[in-house]
């Protein structure tokens, strides 16, 4: 642990936390521009979060104490895995922080704490949530282990960090299959993050929320830390994929000037990414929850299909 | 005791294939022969070597002290004073146990607390004193031997612990001690009066012949006492034999373990044909070890409970009480992986296809057991399908080992093995700590059914923060020692991208596929399992009126608890001290970032937000109340993957309408059934149990009964030896 790793810490968690609502209101923007809306302000979500810790918490007399910790531990889960994808710059690794297994279980534990506090206050809203929430991550696992096998195919290395470096010293994807790769890790983002076609982030309609269901019961502060957490878990995602593939700007020193340089670009890379990722959420509708799977095994079918190219090329 | 410890400690060489059997070869013998030379001297190979002729008292040991150069650990032995007494620390565990099974039995009709209390504590001392004896042995490197009794010239039970057995000792005397420590309390809640004297008594011998089978230095002991392990099971898994469900899993339990002691005992003997004798040496490659190793994994995969020989578990666990499932569960299972492990480290020389073998073994128990987990309501039987679960991840990674070691990659088939024995620790770890708290819960509730629970969080507090210490482990989330050892495989997995053939790795990625799927859907299991339970409002009159147990009953799971989460945080650690360098993340360094980012939230919510706080009802659409009916069921919770994985449940669904006319207009009555075929039993099981009733029938056919046709049989097999030496001669 030496002084640039604990700048990094420090530099990382603050740009995630800046940039986050950023995009989420960036994406619901251009949803809104493709309604034929004018939307609401890319700053909303920031007002909203305001609002949100200025009002009262709401507790239901049948919930317990996973009730009152799964706000704090959502985020703290969330914001150390946003310490193992560097936004902006590349650190050494320091004692398996950006190990790509961890990353996904410490987005994994949000996950659990997030379920069980949809299942506290019982209600039905909340369980079904639930029980939707863990089935489609389940699902969805093979897929995303054999597209981080095949990261670490190609890369070589099993720690983010040295896949960042290796791609921003590249500055081009190194080979093809990164390209079908980027394709699988939007899968990926799309379900993970609960977009369309997977669940709509926005609706309150019983049988279509699956996210939105499991924080139902939160309100006030705990409700602004579990939308920071989504937006949170966006964006890394989001850096994740952006950095692998389009990696130019991302810097490896500690020069004030790169990273500034660096965080603007990420800003207008990530800028573009949500604009896509609005698009293509406004150009389908969500998908009924029993297709999913179907969704899914093409997509583990595709990523199968990456490793067997690699392995024989 | 005066000696000095001299820690040259080489790094383990891993160019040197031999040295990764280095694990369980002895590099310190203590060599003792009869109990009257009860004086252990330490040796190193320093003062064999150089100071043979300046120490007199070298020259009454036997030349059977090995010296080997690739140790890591030297003892020196400097001044005066007594050597130390480990084989006596050893006896005296073992005497401790022994005691445990005598004091009960001796006043067996005697319904008295007490005695079943001193032997409890018996058993918690014996643990103790085992614990420290294998940590030390552990920690340093050590083997004690010890020739017990030899009957017969041929047959010796004889005992050397290594460091694999230490390991696993240690395993058995931390789960033993806090069972016991749970058992003392809670066996004065069972009903049975002087019956439950035979409960403690026996639970002693229980864990006395699983230690004895773990130090056992020959096959001949190896089977003797796991035949003893058995017979111990099936009297603990009866105890309540006055139930009909009892009576039938205990009888199917029974039938299971003699099938695999039946196997054992094949490949035992034809061990002694290729080899000649009963020790645990090599033994060469040829038709007949390829038969022992395939009727060994036979015996061993039917005690560990791999699919398709996996279906005594589920009967098995819930029938027994709670204490003997969670060491059933928690270390007898590990027994059959302890045998698996050291014959294929010591005995056999494995093959890539042995490896492909216990890997697809692994893999199928894996997926199978947790998509079974999720259709159980009954919480213990859920619980035995996660154990057939985790035992299927270690045999996964077992077969790794063995796959690498066949691919001469000594780096990868020492982290698989590695991988494979830490998830064996964790597994006993967390999954006693989750059959306890669940006893305890099926105690307060009278109930095993988690449909008719709920809400026991804010009725017995602890026991719901150690359930769900236990919960957080087992579905692999860090920092706790579950995703410990999950990751080791993982990493295992991604790093067979070294492997040369192409096809194989395509193998291995599918392996990694449903690994992956395996521990998402056990999070699902245990977020269900946890929110049934313990979560929103009671359902049945018994759980709004739960009680909290008793102190001693919360200790020994709060013990396994603080286990999990040391083992998980320190597992770097851990690793380093005992000597292996493997590429596990920092999982301290994990947890002190998430304390931290807590800490900050906090801190900045204090001073930016709003603390006000307000109590009301739950949202159910304006509903005024709300009723216990409205939340959503474990059934309810697991029904989507109950519907995506339909083909493997191959649920049988009949719907029977009868009208009254002939266009099948007005309906006069019908059936509807949901039937959940039970696969495995009716396509696996009652066949072969029915052919083998068929031949049992064909063959009593002699015996007649008749006086005369037994004369008959006898005349004509004199004949027949008469016949036959005549040819010889």
Redesign the interface.
Known sequence: MNLSFGLYLVLNTLAVLLIAPLFVSIIKKVKAWTQGRRGPSVFQTYFNLAKL??????????????MRITP??S???V??AA?FVPLVFVPEP????G?I??LL??L??A??FM??AG??????????G???E??I???I??????V??AL??VFKS?NIFDMFAASAAAGAPSTPTLILLAISLFIILVVETSRIPVDNPETHLELTMIHEGMI??QS??NL??MELSAAVKLTLLMALLINLIVPFGLSTTLAAGAIVIALVLFVVKGTVLAGVIGLFESSMAKMR??RL?SLFAMA?FFS?LI??IE??A | MFFDICKTRNRTNFTDPAIIFSFSRPDRRYNIYGLNNNRVKLISSDDLNGDYQKNPWYAGFPAGILSRSFNEMHYRYSGTGDGLMILELFIISLFLFVLGTIIPLACVSQDLRVLRTASHLFTISGSLVMGLLSLFLLITGSVLTWDAYQPLPAFALSFTIDRLAAFFLLLIAIVSGCVALYAAEYIEHLDGGSRRNLLAACTNLFILSMVLVVASSNTFSFLFFWELMAGCSFLLVMYDYSRPETRKAGIFYFVMTQLSTLFVLLGIVLLYTQTGSFAMAPAGISFFTTLAFIALLLGFSIKAGIIPFHKWLPYAHPASPTPISALMSGVMLKIAVYGLIRFLLDVFSPELWWGILILLLGTVSAVLGIIYALKEYDIKAMLAYSSIENTGIIFTGIGLYVIFSSYHMPELATISLLAALFHSLNHAMFKSLLFLTSGSVVHATHTRDIEHMG?L??RMPST?ALFFVGA?AI????PLNG?ASE?LI??S??SS?AVAD?LF??LL??C??????T???S??CF??A??SV????PRSKESSEAEEVPFLMLLGPAILASACILLGLFA?QLFLVTGFFV?????F??GL???A??VL??AV?YF???R?????????CGNPS?Q?A???SGH??????D??FSTVYRTKMKNERKFFDQKNCIFAEGTAEIRLIKVFEEYLYLPVARASYLAAEGVSRIQSGCLDTYLLYVFCAVIAIIVYLGWLA
Do not use: C
Request: aromatic residues 14%.
């Open positions: 810790l200025r009002k009262e918490t709401v507790f239901s007399s049948h919930s317990s104490w996973i704090l531990v985020i703290a889960a914001l150390v310490l320091v004692g398996g922080i190990n297994i961890l279980y410490l994994a534990l996950k659990f379920a069980l299942l506290d206050a019982g209600s039905s809203f909340g369980g079904m639930s029980s939707r863990m089935s991550s389940a699902i696992e093979p897929t995303t282990i054999i981080f096998a670490v195919f099993l139902l019961e006030g502060p602004a830390l929850f029993f799977p583990f199968t490793i067997i392995v024989f | 809400g969080v804010h719901a957080l579905a692999a989330l860090p995703f990751v993982f990493i997995f991604f991208i192409p790795k395509v990625f599918l990694l596929g449903l690994f992956a799927l521990s998402a859907l999070a699902a977020v269900k946890f929110g313990f979560l929103a409002l770097a590429p596990i993340p920092d999982m360094l994990v970032l998430l304390l980012m807590v939230t906090y919510l930016t937000a709003s006000d706080v307000r109590v009301t009802d739950t949202w159910g709300q216990p409205m939340e959503y309810g919770f697991s029904e989507p993957i519907i995506i």
